[in-house]
């Protein structure tokens, strides 16, 4: 059984977002953030900020998320991520203490 993590990233001024699915979230916003893939969108448009995640007992049911966040406009993302996180903060330092 493979855990799965939904998660959404910005850049410093959160003018764009990214939604993304892994079954290692730690390490995948480390790759975000050392631009492991330089010509990844993440890296392109400097998206590194944690801003939402979610986790998941499987990761089909982590891709089915990714999914229906896709398909939401940014009116949608925006209200997700301010209601667990209504000041953009980076949860990455958080997700490292858990």
Do not use: C
Request: net charge positive.
């Amino acid at each position: 059984m493979i855990p799965g993590y939904v998660y959404i990233i910005t850049n410093k001024n959160n003018t764009t977002l990214y939604v993304g699915v892994t079954s290692n979230l730690e390490q995948r916003i480390k790759r975000h953030k050392t631009k492991f893939y330089p010509k990844s969108f993440s890296a392109r448009y400097n998206l590194h900020k944690l801003v939402y995640h979610e986790s998941f007992q499987l990761i089909g049911d982590a891709i089915a998320r990714e999914k229906q966040l896709k398909a939401g406009n940014r009116k949608r993302k925006v209200a997700l991520i301010e209601s667990m996180n209504p000041d953009w903060k980076d949860l990455f330092e958080k997700l490292l203490d858990e």
